[in-house]
């Protein structure tokens, strides 16, 4: 657990600055990440032994929930996200849920346009708490 959180932290850690309010990433604790991977459907990436990547499903009424999808920065560029995010894709059908949804933040475009790429859309927009702004983009990708 001490490594899936290190590695969640370290692939997050760009969004420090970045993001209002900050991530939710710095809310983790082992015990916390502990009882999210009993929870959820978790997948990891490994290059040998390392722990690369990871993402989390959580089943919700009519689709899967996508979060804490997450690589190692050294390895960002080399298909392990796509490879992630197919696996939690393969397991939503697989679960009967004809939709995957995530978030991610107004304030990450890049991660946005990524995800369009991978065909997400755009299906709404919310604000964290004492916002009075749209902080969040709700992404919702159609499963065959």
Do not use: W
């Not at 969004?15 to 978790?42: F, Q, W, Y």
């Not at 919700?60 to 995010?85: E, M, N």
Request: net charge negative.
């Amino acid at each position: 657990m001490e490594e899936l959180l290190d590695l969640i932290m370290r692939a997050f850690a760009y969004m420090d600055g970045v993001i209002d309010p900050p991530s939710s990433a710095h809310r983790l604790t082992v015990e916390n990440l502990r009882e999210k991977c009993a929870a959820e459907i978790a997948f990891v990436a490994l290059e040998g032994e390392r722990l690369v990547g990871c993402v989390f499903l959580a089943e919700r009424t009519d689709h899967f929930y996508l979060g804490k999808l997450a690589v190692d920065p050294s390895y960002q560029g080399r298909g392990t996200g796509r490879l992630l995010l197919k696996a939690a894709e393969e397991a939503a059908v697989a679960g009967g849920k004809p939709r995957i949804e995530l978030q991610t933040r107004v304030e990450l475009t890049a991660n946005q346009t990524a995800f369009a790429q991978m065909g997400f859309v755009e299906t709404g927009r919310s604000a964290h708490a004492g916002f009075d702004r749209p902080t969040s983009i709700t992404m919702r990708k159609a499963l065959a």
